[in-house]
């Protein structure tokens, strides 16, 4: 589950050109350690519920990549 | 020292006497305003306002094919007329000044048009500062600027700030900390946004900001999970959902889903029997257009009516596709995909999400053999450099044909 959330992040962050990273922190933020916008934020969220049948955003706002295994869990 | 604009991103802060210097140096006046620096923006604008000219907006990431498109000659975008706004001795000078031209002052402001074709929607000064309040009660307003500034709704929020004599904060660019300082240490007051842009404010901030006493979303569809995260963040703010088109400025506001046409606006509002939003030309900018029959604007939304006077909007009629706020006509990009050598036919629709509303999502047909993420990128590339950001769909899904609607629906995938 893990490996599968941190291929997608790095799939975008590779569309960015940006630099992909090897593991996944917990406590990264989404928008000040990944530089994810609101673009990027709506693409996480529709390939993680493609992926995983879960919508992150349902019921409150999601900062971190650890709230983000919390939900698909 | 009333301060006027304040862009923490470029650190910039202008007095409004900073922007009366300005505006005594401009002698030239571009007929496209196209500047990254909103600052510049405004001057340009107000140059224009006082001068009784002409202006055109262009979004600063135009690319040169998108102005093409718009139907603009390159020639064109360095034209310059002679202006002047020289020797006004204070504020209510420069006011006196814009009040005497502003019924012949002009923006031409561009938006995405129904039929693939961009529409010009030609506002006065008069009809963009209609709405606009005035008045002691707003004197001590502090703005959180958070529109593109060559957008109707951006340049609402300004003339409503310039106005009064306010201080505006850019806000658009900031995230993260930055947000967060920019209201503390700016003593924001008021703010109007797109409930995208508030959703980015929320993954940013957990602590209220008791400050803000006005608090207003358009642009997009309401989202009533928002405005209760939202009431919690501003304890204190009036919340407002605002109704506003470039065509026909603001319409409407309400505290919830509902809007209400008041009596003022019954001889110029009216609902179709298909459901369908109609506005009285007289309430329009002016525009050429396919929308306006009998003197009537088809606004593409389709509304449920409630009771006599109220109603709740429902969804659009039109394909355009709203994505943060930002209206998109697929048509322009499944031009530009299928322009991609290896394509051999695109769709795009909406994907539905609670971040943006909806991102776009384009289902492509290979024209050759060719690895999926290889023609991926091959289309990103070329969409990066020719379309707005918001104009570039997020996800790309290779299909062996096309499916038979556009519709975008999630059982559709």
């Known amino acids: 589950m893990e490996d599968k959330l941190l291929s997608i992040i790095n799939r975008m962050i590779e569309k960015k050109n940006g630099k992909i990273i090897n593991s996944l922190n917990g406590n990264a933020s989404l928008m000040h350690d990944l530089n994810f916008d609101s673009f990027d934020l709506a693409e996480l969220t529709v390939r993680i519920e493609d992926e995983f049948g879960v919508d992150i955003f349902e019921d409150g706002f999601v900062r971190t990549v650890s709230e983000i295994l919390e939900k698909i869990q | 020292m009333t301060l006027f604009w304040i862009d ?79 020797n006004l001795s204070d504020f209510p000078a420069l006011l006196k000044r814009l009040e005497e031209n502003h019924s012949v002052s002009q923006v031409v402001i561009y938006t995405s048009g129904t039929t693939g074709r961009p529409k010009k929607v030609i506002h006065t000064l008069r009809s963009l500062a209609r709405t606009a309040k005035t008045g002691n009660k707003f004197a001590d307003d502090v703005w959180g600027f958070a529109y593109n500034p060559t957008h109707f709704a951006g340049i609402q929020v300004f003339l409503q700030a310039f106005l009064n004599q306010n201080p505006l904060i850019n806000i658009f660019e900031l995230s993260g900390g930055d947000l967060l300082e920019a209201f503390i240490k700016h003593k924001i007051t008021n703010i109007s946004a797109t409930p995208t842009f508030y959703r980015r404010l929320l993954t940013n901030l957990r602590t209220p900001l008791l400050r803000v006493r006005r608090c207003t979303l358009g642009g997009e569809k309401f989202d009533p999970t928002l405005e209760g995260a939202l009431r919690q963040i501003f304890p204190n703010a009036v919340i407002r959902n605002i109704y506003a088109s470039t065509e026909a400025g603001s ?71 709203n994505v943060g706020g930002y209206k998109v006509n697929p048509h322009e990009v499944e031009e530009e995909i299928k322009k991609v050598s290896g394509v051999l036919d695109a769709r795009v629709s909406a994907r539905a999400n609670r971040v943006t509303g909806n991102i776009l999502m384009a289902e492509v047909v290979k024209g050759e053999r060719i690895e999926d993420e290889l023609l991926e990128d091959r289309i990103l590339a070329r969409l990066q450099e020719r379309l707005q950001n918001f104009k570039i769909p997020r996800i790309v899904r290779f299909v062996p044909e096309l499916q038979l609607t556009r519709s975008g629906k999630k059982e559709r995938l």
Do not use: C
């Open chain 2, 251 to 321: 319409l409407f506001h309400s505290e919830n889903d509902i809007f209400q046409i008041e009596e003022s606006q019954k001889a110029h509002i009216r609902i179709s029997p298909e459901g369908e939003l109609l506005v009285h030309r007289d309430l329009l900018g002016s525009f050429d257009s396919q929308d306006l029959q009998d003197g009537w604007y088809h606004s593409g939304d389709l509304v449920d009516k409630i009771g006599e006077n109220r109603f709740r909007f429902v969804s659009r009629k039109s394909e355009m596709i």
């Open chain 2, 8 to 86: 923490p991103a470029r650190r910039q802060q202008k007095t409004y006497t900073d922007l009366l210097q300005d505006l005594d140096r401009k002698t030239e006046l571009k007929k496209y305003i196209y500047h990254k620096d909103p600052y510049r923006v405004f001057v340009d604008l107000i140059t224009g306002f006082a001068n009784g000219s002409e202006v055109h907006l262009l979004d600063a990431d135009f690319s040169q094919s998108e102005i093409k498109n718009l139907g603009i000659p390159f020639s064109e975008l360095e034209q310059e007329q002679p202006v002047s706004v020289k």
